[in-house]
């Protein structure tokens, strides 16, 4: 991108409004050189992935706490605060340790402002591909879900987004979540000749028929690059089976080498593979399948500022995992010369909202599509103390919230709720509005629950979604973190055996027994049997906000780890 000198003025005054430290930074034209990423090689594209509906600027805290067991140890993307720092190169202190780490959080949110936002995000998008002819946007998927706008309107204020902003090829996960025939209207009405929905892994349940393109082939500057699809594998387990009846999904792994030899044999002289299995899937596939360049990925939310090479029996393949939140941008540029890949150039782009001027056309949109909304999103529920986020293997302070709601206002002992790890942060001071209550909770399946809960069924549950977070081998690992628990203490060892890694579970300081029935609410659940089983979780949750006015600082409650001293995924003090 060549900045004309109108335009690195305007980028130069945002940065000083926004309060970037530009004489620490070295010299002011840094600042804009954030977004100077000079194109090379031929093949050009750019890559978002788990947006979860956030149109507007955000406030988003990176974990603290993303623990790697086994092989896993202290390999990307299992490092945070200066671990993360230290192995992407990253100055302390600066705009990318904010983006990338929950380093000093509350200072650099103010001191850096919000970050995403669609109209932000428009207009790098627009100068990227300026510089970069035939560039195409990749959408990782997780982008019809996660506001009250979203969910209100089924997902299409994202859908009409998603078309301005230029998105090109899509794949999915949560997006499914609104069943199989608002998914196939969007696709072939409202995508037909504009977007592209790729998913290899997703079969029909009757005769094992694709259900979408498997991949596409474009043409880019006379080279043939093929994008293949991989939707989430374990949609049917994580969220509920019943919305989508009628399709299968899966790893798929020998299928995926099948269509990476189809999309070769017929032409494709690079190949991505645009992804939504999880890091760690990604890394374990690109070790196995051979033929793909570049696996753009996404899933776990892991904003990973340096690609990853993976050697296999074929070559190699280069893995990265592009965030959440609207919060960054993958810029991938490829050098395909005798019908080979012979380069390949990657940045992670932070997407902050001063630096980034927004787009006028996206913001008019934006702004049309919430108009009817306005006023429901934009009341006040309460005040904080303290910040809110949810990402991490276990509670945040949001999820703490939740719990406690669901624990006052259901009358239960103990609950849960999931470890999802989609929902904005907000600052001390700040007012809780509707708007960010939704935030953590707008789903299709929204009802909460109240369960009689044997001890042993707890500990079993526990040891099922530790299981799905920790179990050495990648391939089995099937949903988001770890179950988030209110009122319930207990011990946490990650690398033991499944079934041996829940240990001392406390109520009231007292051992959980095995046979004793607890009342436990929860919520989001995924059986059919449950649907309307109680006021949707937003309901509770607004009503205990509206009777606490004022939120004081939070601890979240988490386990106490054992076997994880020293592990680089896990703060010091967490």
Known sequence: MNLSRREFTSVLAAAMAAGFPLGREATAAQAAALYDVRPTGNVHFLHMTDCHAQLLPIYFREPSVNLGVGSMRGQWPHLVGEQLLKAARLKAGSAQAHAFTYLDFERSARQYGKVGGFAHLATLVKRLKASRPGALLLDGGDTWQGSGTALWTEGQD?????????????????????????????????????????????????????????????????????????????????????????????????????????????????????????????????????????????????????????????????VTN?????????????????????????????IFANLLPADPEMAAQIARGRAPYEARLSEKLATTEGTLYRRGNFNGTFDQVVLDALMAVRGAEIAFSPGFRWGTSLLPGQSITREHLMDQTAITYPWTTLTDMRGETIKTILEDVGDNLFNPDPYYQQGGDMVRVGGLSYTCEPGAKMGERIQNMRLNGRLIEADKTYKVAGWAPVAEASKNAGPPVWEVVEIYLKAQKTLSAIKPNQPALVGMAGNPGVAAAS
């Open 322 to 350: 592009a965030g959440s939140n609207g919060k960054f941008l993958g810029v991938l540029d490829l050098s395909v010369r005798n019908g080979k890949v012979t380069d390949i150039q990657y940045r992670l782009l932070p």
């Open 158 to 318: 994202m859908v009409d987004a998603a078309k301005l902003l230029g998105v090109n090829v899509m794949t999915g996960h949560w997006d499914f979540t609104y069943g199989e025939a608002r998914i196939k209207k969007i696709v072939e009405q409202d995508f037909a000749g504009k977007v592209d929905f790729v998913a290899q892994n997703v079969k029909t349940s009757d005769f094992g028929d694709p259900v979408f393109k498997p991949y596409v082939i474009k043409e880019m500057n006379g080279v043939p690059v093929a994008i293949v699809g991989q939707a989430f594998p374990y949609t049917p387990i994580a969220n509920p089976a019943w919305l989508t009846p009628n399709w299968t999904f899966g790893i798929r792994e020998s299928e995926m080498q099948e269509t990476v030899n189809e999309a070769r044999a017929k032409g494709a002289q690079a190949v991505v593979l645009l992804s939504h299995n999880g890091m760690d899937v990604d890394l374990k596939m690109a070790s196995r399948v051979t033929g793909i360049d570049v696996i753009l990925g996404g899933h776990t939310h892991d904003g990973v500022p340096v690609p990853i090479t993976v050697k296999n029996r074929g070559g190699q393949t280069v």
